[in-house]
């Protein structure tokens, strides 16, 4: 299985300060396809998650600028470019190059 | 409007079985690659099983031979079968739509929560 690791755990951040979020995985995401199969997803509290970034770095229908990813092969970074008070919640990476999916064990944002 | 709803959940004794269920509205699950992802209490999110279009299905370990998912194309909708249910099974359970194929969730449902205990 691929293993996603996450990190920090925790981020307390000031609004309109920046925040980052690391993910490795144990094994490369770039697919023979060309694509790399790396996503990432906010879990505000008492909701299902919902998609932010697919394919490393591309923002889903919706998601504000502020959010961007990058990385490649095993290491990837979420950032968001000034922190607002709607963006807490838990962050999660996640592979599909290959079954079973894996998901990073989440980094909790909160507003200092 | 896309939608999916799951239902099915409640509290159940260990080694009994449930059935959830996952009514998808908006498109159609006989096109789309589903899921269904579980999350246990002040836990992350784990996958479960993937049906995909042309029907074949795949499970993780955790579940593998104790839960089968189905869909009803007619009824527009999906199920979990869960038998020899555990303690450790106890979470909310996600149903999701894939965007692509093996791609990504663009769409949860509400989520479902299991309570194995005696």
């Known amino acids: 299985d691929t293993v996603m690791t996450q990190t920090p755990l925790s981020l307390s951040v000031t609004p309109g300060q920046p925040a980052s979020i690391s993910c490795k995985s144990s094994?490369?995401?770039?697919?023979?396809?060309?694509?790399?199969?790396l996503y990432w997803y906010l879990q505000k509290p008492g909701q299902p998650p919902q998609l932010l970034i697919y394919e490393v770095s591309k923002r889903f229908s919706g998601v504000p600028d502020r959010f961007s990813g990058s990385g490649s092969g095993t290491d990837f970074t979420l950032k968001i470019s000034r922190v607002e008070a709607e963006d807490v919640g838990v962050y999660y990476c996640m592979q599909s190059i290959q079954l079973p999916l894996t998901f990073g064990g989440g980094t909790k944002v909160e507003i200092k | 409007e896309l939608q999916l709803l799951e239902s099915g959940g409640g509290l159940v004794q260990p080694g009994r079985s449930l059935r959830l269920s996952c009514a998808a509205s908006g498109f159609s699950v006989s096109s789309h690659f589903m899921s269904w992802v579980r999350q246990a209490p002040g836990k992350g999110l784990e996958w479960l099983s993937v049906?995909?279009?042309?029907?074949?299905?795949y499970y993780a370990d955790s579940v593998k031979g104790r839960f089968t998912l189905s869909r009803d194309i007619s009824r527009n909708t999906l199920y979990l079968q869960m038998n020899s249910l555990r303690a450790e099974d106890t979470a909310v359970y996600y149903c999701a739509r894939d965007g692509g194929q093996q791609d990504y969730f663009d769409y949860w449902g509400q989520g479902t929560l299991v309570t194995v205990s005696s």
């Open positions: 049906i995909y279009s042309g029907g074949s299905t």
């Open positions: 094994q490369s995401l770039l697919h023979s396809d060309g694509k790399t199969y």
